[in-house]
């Protein structure tokens, strides 16, 4: 079974890209964030289509921001909209989706950005991730979360640590949240099997970021022990970044049983570009 996360920032505007990335993948269950349509809206647009291509849907969207999705091949059961008894800023934001697809619970998941350390939207990103992770750990032992976290787990998942000081994703609450939600026995697939490789999956679109490759790892697979002990491949698909009108994030993918390309990581294709020894300065905070 090959599963991927991919946050498309808006299905509408990926659309050309989004139909002809699943007939060349083949994903057998998709993690969609920042889709940015209603449910209806979402149905209209991309129903059709992926019935024709086996695909069951459950999503969850509120229009213009956020929105989640699971389009699987493999089961689509006991669907879950958002987090009960989550915090909202100020009411319930469309973030999180949850389905049994092929016997595994699967979470697709938008954290908030945090847009600021210490500022209301960074309490509300801990305070998320804190019912998150009590969602997780009363779910089933198959278990999967992926999606954007925006967090880079650690010092190596972002292009020059110093780049970052005073911004969110790396501070060291939000990794401690981050770390409390793997401490339930989930495991960063993609670190797992790649741990000293460089790897990222957000570019920011301005300055060139991404040709000079200077990103971020904050899309994650996150998986419990029955399921990361049938990994077969982990991989960032930096070609769906490519080209015209790309999202700024790029599919993470994970193979499971078996890797129809083989174990093909850290990233397909490589890297364009290593980071130069300059110092760089972000164009802006990620936002969301």
Known sequence: MRVATWNVNSV???????LPWL??????????????????AFTDLLGAELARRDYQIAVHGQGQWNGV???SRAGLDDVVT???GGPGFPGPEARAVAATCGGIRVWSVY???G????????QYKLAWLATLTDVVAAGPDAALVAGDMNIAPADADVFDPAAYEGHTHVTPPERAALAK??????????????PSERVFSYWDYRAGMFHQNLGMRIDLVLASDPVAARVKAAWVDRQARKGTGPSD??????????????????????PSARTPRRPVKLPQSPKG
């Open 82 to 84: 958002g987090l009960a």
């Open 181 to 194: 939600l793997e401490g339930l026995g989930l495991h960063d697939v993609v670190r797992d099997r790649w």
């Open 115 to 122: 847009r600021s350390p210490g500022s209301d939207h960074y």
């Open 69 to 71: 999705a699971i389009l």
């Open 23 to 40: 007939d060349e993948r083949k994903p057998d269950v998709v993690c969609l964030q920042e889709t940015k349509l209603t449910d209806e």
């Open 111 to 113: 954290v908030p950005n």
């Open 249 to 270: 994030h790029a599919p993470v993918m994970v193979d499971l049983d078996q890797a129809p390309d083989g174990d093909i990581g850290p990233m397909v294709p490589p």
């Open 12 to 18: 509408k505007q990926r659309l050309p890209r989004l």
